[in-house]
């Protein structure tokens, strides 16, 4: 139901676009999270069910942008300025149905996930 794209080798400095097309999935809050090598799965970016509100980490504030084109039933994240902490598997997710803003950046509010896109930043 979800799958992630755009994932690829960049220098630091470069910029990539990833892409999350779903199906099946209304009215809920959609999340990109990263998961580097020994490392716990943690939020990168989320978007309101309907793209007015966002949430960003500290680590990606200013450097990320998701938005979303419900029309197309489509997440992205625009990536800029990388870096190579950036590097990681990728994963888009959505929350369950009615969950709460406050907790958006929880994994555990998450119930659909992708097979996850790599992305690898070279320094």
């Known amino acids: 139901q979800l799958v992630e794209s755009g994932g690829g080798l960049v220098q630091a400095g470069g910029s990539l676009r990833l892409s999350c097309a779903y199906s099946g999935l209304t009215f809920r809050s959609m999340g990109w999270f990263r998961q580097a090598p020994g490392k716990e799965r943690d939020i990168a970016a989320s978007i309101s069910p309907g793209g007015s509100a966002t949430y960003y980490a500290d680590s990606v504030k200013g450097r990320f942008a998701i938005s979303r084109d419900n029309s197309k039933n489509t997440v992205y994240l625009q990536m800029n300025s990388l870096k190579p902490e950036d590097t990681a598997v990728y994963y888009c997710?959505?929350?369950?149905?009615?969950?709460?803003?406050?907790?958006?950046?929880?994994?555990?509010?998450?119930?659909?996930w992708g097979q996850g896109t790599q992305v690898t930043v070279s320094s």
């Open positions: 997710a959505a929350t369950r149905y009615g969950s709460s803003w406050s907790k958006i950046f929880k994994v555990e509010e998450y119930e659909y």
